[in-house]
């Protein structure tokens, strides 16, 4: 039998927090609404800055999935019985939301940044397949199958072992490299990673993708940073120039709100003393990431090498190489 219930009785029946809940979530999505209104009509005085407009466009996903997730949370509180419990639930998702937001707007700004190095125009890169060959000899990033790096963090507790294998992957029609990058945390593998390299005959190593996942407590946890080149508007990105020189800032990677990550060649006569060796003359790098606004690194790069440090300018933790083995 179907039941008609009025209005009244459901006002009358529904908790008292229910309606400031409901004025906050307009408010919130008033303004939110507000903000993409402003972002339209900044977008239509540069409609040529395809760059930008990305970003404009990043930044409007970004807050969606936020308030998206938001909503969500505000689902599941509602379903707590016991009061306070349901209201530090309810504090909880509004300073996550808080959080969340200003994350988005500190990707904007990460991505306007590098627009102003990177040009107005469209990441556009052009990938003929028989201009590239599995040989990856540059001098600052050689990666021949074979040969596996261990890093080590300062506190011994994060090992990275990133092995050169023998196979091989066509993506994007480009034969690729395929390097395993395992990362342990106290002995226990908490990242899992399978990437592609390749190099066009100029000398540049371009990087086609990632099958990446991260673990806790021995299961899967997450995929998120996947991407293929070719494969849903993803693009290749460089990851080392033929000849780098101070002031090259490049995309390593373009999968927009999933993998972006900047690269900028700061120098290349910095020293640097890790536990396989001293070196001079490495190439200084500089990384950043929308996704991470707040992230910081610089690696650096030996001649013959490779890479021999990596420093976090926000933890201050350093990944130094401690061997190089080969088969």
Known sequence: ??????????????????PSLTAVGFAIAMLFVGNLSAQDRNSATEPTNICLQTARDALASCKLAAQSDHQLALGKCINIINSAV????ERQAEADLA???????????????SCQKLGPGPYHPVINPSNFTTRIDNPYFPLFPGTTFTYLNAHRTIRDVFAVTHKTRVINGVRCVQVHDSVYTDGQLTEDTLDFFA??????????GENTAEFENGLVATIEGSFLSGLN?????????????????????????????YAETL???????VPYGHFSNCLKSRETT??????????????????????DHVTGERDELISITSE
Request: net charge negative; hydrophobic share 35%; proline share 5%.
């Open 99 to 113: 959080d969340a937001l200003d994350t988005c707007q500190g990707g904007f700004e990460v991505r306007r940044q």
């Open 199 to 208: 190099q066009d005959r100029e000398g540049n190593v371009w990087y086609f």
């Open 290 to 311: 929308p996704l991470e606004p707040d992230a910081l690194e610089d690696k650096y790069y030996a001649l013959g090498v490779g890479n021999v440090l990596t420093v």
């Open 1 to 18: 039998m179907k039941m008609e219930t009025s209005w009244i009785d459901i006002k009358q029946c529904a908790p008292k927090w229910i």
């Open 233 to 261: 508007h993803d693009k290749a990105g460089i990851i080392m120039k033929a000849h780098p020189v101070p002031g090259d800032f490049y995309r390593q990677e373009f999968s927009l709100g999933n993998a972006e990550d």
């Open 86 to 89: 349901r209201q530090s639930c």
């Open 267 to 273: 120098n290349l006569n910095a020293s640097v003393v």
